[in-house]
């Protein structure tokens, strides 16, 4: 007979500057994975907006706030745009690989110049190497370091361009990290492409989303998630299609009254 299913215990951070619009406060609700029902927690609870950091689920949890919304694309109805058509055959001469999640020194090296030309001042710029091997090995669910490189010469593996963190589900590839190449001789549209790789592998797979974290409505830095359609994000009602609901962001579904609704959240997913 297997062990009961435990309800797991939520703790929320203290409120800290919001990384995505000046002027607000963010804060957290996260709870840990561990335990046998590592795998089915995560899911669960990514179905209803929390994103899986190491071996903790967290989703924002802002007093005054409800701007982060998760979003999804629906892999197997996916309609490329031409500039996706583009990046699709720009780079597909990359060769890609689903790595266990080991970090490498390669990978590090990637990341740093990666977060250097990107987000100088961000939250992971002071990341080591014990910090990023804490990224990437520390996790409970089926996850890999998807790689791309150039194309191999000679039997040798070519250069790294780019990687993504990211973890498969039952319903779909959930994208953890994603960095690539940034220098002035570096492939243009990297980062549209790997989300592309992504949708393309989850529709080949027959997984049906490809969840790509939260989207900040008027944070340029977040903007370029709604280029991929059709798009799902997360409201009160569930999902629901993006290009259905208009522009203003939905109520935060984590926002409930009681414990008892945010159980019968969990058992519904």
């Not at 607000?24 to 804060?27: F, P, S």
């Not at 929390?50 to 071996?55: K, L, M, N, T």
């Given at each position: 007979?297997?062990a009961?299913?435990?309800?797991?215990?939520?703790?929320?951070?203290?409120p800290?500057?919001?990384?995505y619009l000046?002027g607000?406060?963010?804060?957290k609700?996260?709870?840990?994975?561990?335990g046998?029902?590592g795998?089915?927690?995560n899911?669960a609870?990514?179905?209803i907006g929390?994103?899986?950091?190491?071996?903790v689920a967290?989703?924002?949890?802002?007093?005054d706030?409800?701007?982060c919304?998760?979003v999804r694309?629906?892999?197997?109805?996916?309609q490329p745009t031409?500039?996706h058509?583009?990046l699709l055959?720009?780079h597909?001469?990359?060769?890609?690989t689903?790595?266990k999640?080991?970090?490498t020194e390669?990978?590090?090296s990637l990341?740093?110049?990666?977060l250097?030309a990107r987000?100088?001042?961000?939250?992971?710029?002071?990341?080591?190497?014990?910090?990023?091997a804490d990224?990437?090995?520390?996790?409970p669910?089926?996850t890999?370091v998807?790689?791309y490189?150039e194309p191999?010469?000679?039997?040798?593996?070519g250069?790294?361009?780019?990687?993504?963190?990211?973890d498969?589900?039952?319903d779909g590839l959930?994208?953890?990290?994603?960095?690539?190449d940034?220098?002035?001789?570096?492939?243009k549209g990297l980062?549209?492409y790997i989300?592309?790789?992504h949708i393309v592998r989850a529709?080949r797979?027959?997984?049906p989303?490809?969840y790509?974290?939260?989207w900040?409505?008027?944070s340029p830095?977040m903007?370029?998630?709604?280029?991929?359609?059709p798009?799902?994000?997360?409201?009160r009602d569930?999902w629901r299609?993006?290009?259905?609901l208009g522009?203003a962001a939905?109520?935060?579904?984590?926002?409930?009254?009681?414990r008892?609704?945010?159980?019968r959240?969990l058992?519904?997913a």
């Open positions: 007979m297997s009961p299913f435990r309800f797991p215990k939520f703790f929320v951070t203290n800290s500057p919001c990384p000046p607000k406060v963010e804060r609700v996260f709870t840990e994975l561990g046998r029902h795998t089915e927690l899911e609870l990514g179905r929390f994103r899986r950091s190491q071996s967290y989703r924002p949890s802002c007093i706030c409800s701007a919304v998760s694309v629906l892999a197997t109805e996916f031409v500039t058509r583009k055959k720009r597909g001469d990359l060769e890609v689903a790595c999640p080991w970090t390669e990978q590090y990341l740093r110049r990666y250097a987000h100088p001042g961000g939250g992971m710029a002071e990341m080591d190497e014990g910090d990023f990224m990437v090995e520390q996790t669910v089926r890999f998807i790689e490189r191999s010469v000679d039997g040798r593996p250069r790294l361009v780019g990687a993504c963190l990211s498969q589900q039952s959930s994208m953890i990290y994603s960095f690539f940034p220098g002035p001789d570096a492939r980062g549209t989300i592309l790789d529709a797979a027959n997984l989303y490809v790509l974290g939260y900040v409505e008027g830095r903007a370029y998630k709604t280029s991929f359609k798009l799902e994000r997360l409201g569930g299609r993006m290009d259905e522009g939905p109520a935060d579904p984590f926002s409930l009254p009681n008892r609704e945010r159980k959240l058992i519904d």
